[in-house]
């Protein structure tokens, strides 16, 4: 990935006038990705529980949803680390 932002000599992150609308295409799709995967977390959530109240805790969907649920929260903890989230 090319880098659009630059930082200035005080250390602030700027956009060359020219990247603008290249930088608002990322961020479009950065918050798009991220709507999507809140959401995803939601309807594994909800699957997960729908299993759970059915006893199959051990079947292989439910472990295969644990994982998906798994990695999509350390995504968004890595977010949260570089204070995008």
Known sequence: ???ITKKDSAGSWVIPAEEMEAAAARLAAFE??????MA????????MEAL??????????F???F???LMNQNT???????GVR
Do not use: F, N, P
């Not at 759970?52 to 079947?59: D, R």
């Not at 968004?76 to 570089?82: D, G, I, N, R, V």
């Open 76 to 82: 968004l903890t890595l977010w949260e680390t570089y």
């Open 1 to 3: 990935m090319e880098r």
């Open 32 to 37: 798009d990705a991220y709507e999507r995967l």
């Open 40 to 47: 995803r977390q939601q309807e594994i959530v909800t699957r």
């Open 52 to 61: 759970k109240s059915q006893g199959k805790q051990k079947t292989a969907q």
């Open 67 to 69: 994982g998906e649920k």
């Open 63 to 65: 472990r295969e949803l």
